[in-house]
């Protein structure tokens, strides 16, 4: 979400991933649809991710559990189905996993900058470093989607609102950290991997959005870099 603040035309905008990642969401699940009783092109995959019997046939008891996992995380129709969006979520929580506490080892995020808050659209993860020490994070954030993409590049946190509602859309942004126009950080209250995505807010967890605001403060550079998928 965002705000008409500053600079004209505005675009809106885990628990650290060095923990087990876990697929808690704060916002209430869609309602189940049909279980489906088909086949998914990602099948295999999808059951290994889930710890289901890989024999790349659906049964009952798959779609139940695929189901499950698409409720919790927004995915619709979440019918069981093992298709591209569902996997395309978990392939993407295998690589942010993966990335464990060396989230910079690209170096892409600068680090002559001092305290610096780094975004990268392309895994969907956030941290904030000092220098070349990681002081918090990675943890999964979600971004804009096609169409309301987050900026990238270099800038200043400029404004800070702890209990900022949105003038264009009128729902809550809590610690709401502005950096680009009416882009910022805040907390919501979706799953960090409800496709398809933000209206181009770094969206966080509230421990993550409440543990940011205690560590930044306005002025404090931000990087955004790489491109969401599907972007």
Known sequence: MGDIRRRGAVILGITALTAPLTFALGAAPAQAASCTSQTGPYQKQVEKFLGLPVDGKQSSSDCKVIQAFQTKHGITPNAGYAGPVTWGVMDLMNKQKAVGSTPNKDGKCPVNKGRIACVNLTLQLSWIQDGGKLVYGPVPVRT????????TGLTKIYWRNIDHVSSLYNVPMPYAQFFDGGQAFHSASVSMW???????????TK??????????????????YGRKPGT
Do not use: H, I
């Open 144 to 151: 804009g989607r096609n169409g309301d993409e987050t900026r």
């Open 194 to 204: 409800n496709p398809p995505g933000s209206r181009g807010c770094v969206n966080m």
């Open 207 to 224: 421990a993550t959005a409440q543990k940011y605001w205690s560590l930044l403060k306005k002025g404090d550079d931000v990087f955004v």
